[in-house]
């Protein structure tokens, strides 16, 4: 499928299940996925049972995975949350594939690959994660394409956009459900591909971060080490579906009350 530049995709036919997009009225709850970034399993299991009932999803990434490998899912898992997969895979085509087929095998709910590996990489990717689920007769992974990351900002803010929308297209062709972008974005990338391909935004920082410890002494909105940020707000405004958020939750001195602050952010919009 070839995406003509300022058009918008086609419904998808039925393998392209599970549920993409924004065309489902979404929860705060479903809204807000919540970034373990630890290295210990311990904290990171005691942090997903403080922001039970504020979020459904929570991420695991690189940095849990390689501390504690596919244990830290299932722990999550038997919470009654669903896991997003944050290893952003980028490899051979080969590769990505064996790897999809792993991830799905976790029955995890989103998993990541970079867009930057190109069509063949990305096609590998979703055949992977499709083909293992329905050999095991599951819902499949969503797999999500991350663009650019939301710690760069080394370009002016058109040529970053023109490379988010570059690769979100080739992503989308390559039957990828959706795509993980600084809510800087998401506006524009809404606009060029409609409603349907999944948005994720992470680089969030709420308008107030009073108590968070990594950000003493920074501004009210300290990105830390992010650098196209938005509020959460924001960010739903702009037409992102779901807001990956870690630090503003995690290192705060009170994280539930945190992640409340922030999911009644969520809640007023979706209200609207
Ligand atoms: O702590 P903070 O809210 O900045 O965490 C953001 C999370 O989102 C991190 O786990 C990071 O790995 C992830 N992420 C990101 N930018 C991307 C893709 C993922 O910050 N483009």
Do not use: W
């Not at 299991?45 to 596919?70: D, E």
């Not at 297209?169 to 606009?191: I, P, T, W, Y």
């Amino acid at each position: 499928m070839k995406i003509a530049p300022g058009s918008r995709l086609q419904a998808p036919g039925k393998d392209l299940e599970p549920r993409t997009s924004n065309l489902e009225r979404r929860t705060a709850e479903e809204r807000l996925i919540v970034a373990l970034d630890f290295t210990v399993l311990e904290p990171a299991v005691r942090m997903a049972r403080q922001v039970r009932g504020l979020a459904r999803t929570l991420k695991i990434g690189s940095a849990l995975f390689t501390a504690c490998g596919p244990s830290a899912i299932r722990r999550v898992q038997a919470l009654g949350f669903s896991v997003m997969l944050d290893l952003k895979f980028f490899d051979i085509p080969s590769t990505v594939e064996l790897s999809c087929r792993a991830a799905a095998r976790h029955r995890v709910a989103m998993l990541t690959v970079h867009a930057a590996g190109g069509r063949a990489m990305l096609e590998a990717a979703v055949r992977g994660a499709r083909e293992e689920a329905r050999r095991l007769n599951r819902r499949r992974p969503l797999v999500l394409a991350v663009t650019v990351l939301t710690s760069v900002d080394r370009a002016p803010a058109s040529s970053l956009a023109q490379r988010v929308s570059a690769m979100a297209a080739v992503a989308l062709e390559a039957g990828c459900d959706g795509l993980v972008a600084s809510a800087q974005e998401a506006g524009m990338l809404r606009r060029r591909f409609g409603p349907r391909p999944r948005i994720v935004c992470p680089g969030i920082r709420p308008g107030s971060l009073q108590g968070t410890r990594a950000s003493t002494g920074a501004s009210p909105m300290a990105p830390d080490d992010q650098r196209r940020v938005c509020t959460p707000s924001a960010a739903l405004a702009a037409g992102a579906d779901a807001l990956v958020i870690g630090r503003p939750i995690t290192a705060a001195r009170r994280p539930r009350a945190a992640a409340q602050r922030i999911f009644e952010e969520l809640e007023e919009i979706t209200a609207c």
